[in-house]
């Protein structure tokens, strides 16, 4: 609350050079932990198509901000889906590039092995603007990849998808809770990118009902070791002295420890907890240890998958917007949002939410492109050529009001 940061991301400080003018910072879930923006000290965001519903999470502000017409471009991050998820349920084109291509330096880590930034906006084109402006090295950022940015403008002139394979990821998407909706965008798509001369196959990821577990174990761990540094002393809030005087224990272990409990909300303490608690002696092996092994094979899946196909196309979302307060006090079924999302922050690969086409009360439904590392061209280029052949992406919700040309 009240921070005032002393420097700039590279991110910002990219789009900055490159002419960009920030207006604002937008709402979001507390340490970007959540699916719905509403474990914000700030508090909730509405969705504009309907403002009983949540934007998504973690990144909700952005791409509602997005979403009512108040900026073309906005900023997100994307641990386990936070730009894509949002980018669906607000109805726009949300990008997270490969692990490493754009720099972390200035963001607030939460699962560092996860974690990345990317553009939000209502068009492929738009995303492409701002991930050329964002993207490429930066020494700040041990894990930054030393790659030349391609120039994206010649995916964006490409008039079809000829010569693409494309592999359909169906796994999940017949169970209970899934909504029709989803099933229905995702074979609108599917007819589209046939049309504009992709050939469509079936592809399966044999490791995905893990990749929810997987997650839900490392990016707890990470959180833990990351959110340490909040300590109330170096770091983020600090107890009042008074507090700090009145306490039984000794007042170093009593300014840690009233800190933390009065800066962290209680998603973020039971993160710190389960990572905590798995990250122990004894714990270890059977929980972290084990789910970075099945990281390695779910990353191996996509490597099989991209042997024989291009890119991947499957669903965002399991719903489109849900009501606010509807899973507040399940954090399962919040857990249970990211289904599809999560197996790229596990794989490091570079996915696209592109909106897919609009369930019957009118709330938008995404659709998801995920490619090889390295290869957001790709992406680029199909959901270019898959939104020059719909109108999906045009449609504004009923709160829109344009403040700049669109
Ligand atoms: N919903 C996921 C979580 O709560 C993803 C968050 C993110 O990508 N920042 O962890």
Redesign the pocket.
């Known amino acids: 609350q009240d921070f005032v940061p002393p420097y700039d991301a590279t991110v910002v400080a990219r789009l900055k050079s490159a002419g960009a003018i920030v207006v604002g910072k937008t709402n979001m ?1 507390e340490f ?4 719905s923006t509403e474990t914000s000290a700030m508090g909730v965001t509405g969705n504009p198509w309907d403002t009983t519903k949540t934007p998504g ?2 990144s909700g502000g952005a791409a509602a901000a997005v979403a009512a017409g108040t900026v073309p471009l906005s900023l997100g ?6 730009i894509r ?1 949002p980018s669906a349920f607000c109805g726009i084109t949300g990008l997270k590039p490969t692990y490493g291509r754009v720099s972390r330096y200035g963001l607030v880590a ?1 699962a560092s092995s996860l974690d990345q930034a990317g553009p939000m906006g209502w068009s492929v084109d738009d995303v492409a603007i701002g991930l050329q402006a964002m993207a490429g090295y930066d020494p700040r950022d041990s894990t930054s990849v030393n790659a030349e940015v391609p120039d994206f403008t010649p995916a964006l002139a490409a008039e079809d998808v000829r010569g693409m394979r494309i592999g359909v990821l169906r796994e999940g998407l017949d169970q209970d809770g899934i909504s029709p909706a989803v099933r229905d965008a995702l074979a609108t798509a599917e007819s589209v990118l046939r049309e504009q001369g992709a050939e469509i196959v079936e592809v399966e990821l044999p490791h995905s009902k893990y990749w929810v577990p997987t997650y839900y174990v490392i ?1 707890p761990c990470e959180a833990s070791s990351n959110l340490s540094r909040f300590d109330g002393a170096h770091y983020g809030y600090r107890v009042g002295d008074a507090e700090i005087a009145a306490a039984d224990s000794g007042p170093l272990e009593a300014m840690y420890s009233l800190s933390r409990a009065g800066g962290f909300g209680s998603e973020v303490k039971r993160r710190i907890m389960v990572g905590t608690y798995a990250l122990s002696e004894g714990y270890y092996d059977a929980y972290y240890n084990q789910a970075l092994k099945v990281r390695r094979l779910i990353r191996n899946d996509y490597d099989a998958a991209f042997q024989q196909v291009d890119l991947l196309l499957g669903p965002v979302t399991p719903s489109p917007a849900f009501a606010l307060n509807e899973k507040t006090d399940d954090p399962i079924a ?2 249970l ?2 289904l599809f999302t999560v197996g790229a922050n596990l794989a490091g690969v570079p996915a696209i939410s592109l909106p897919g086409g609009f369930d019957a009360a009118g709330l938008p439904v995404g659709v998801q492109l995920q490619a090889p590392v390295m290869e957001e061209t790709r992406l680029l280029r199909a959901g270019n050529v898959f939104q020059m052949a719909s109108d999906f992406h045009t449609r504004r919700p009923p709160t829109f009001t344009a403040n700049h040309s669109q």
């Open positions: 879930d970007a932990m959540g699916a999470g973690s991050t994307d641990t386990g889906g936070s998820q939460f990016a919040m857990y949002c990211d």
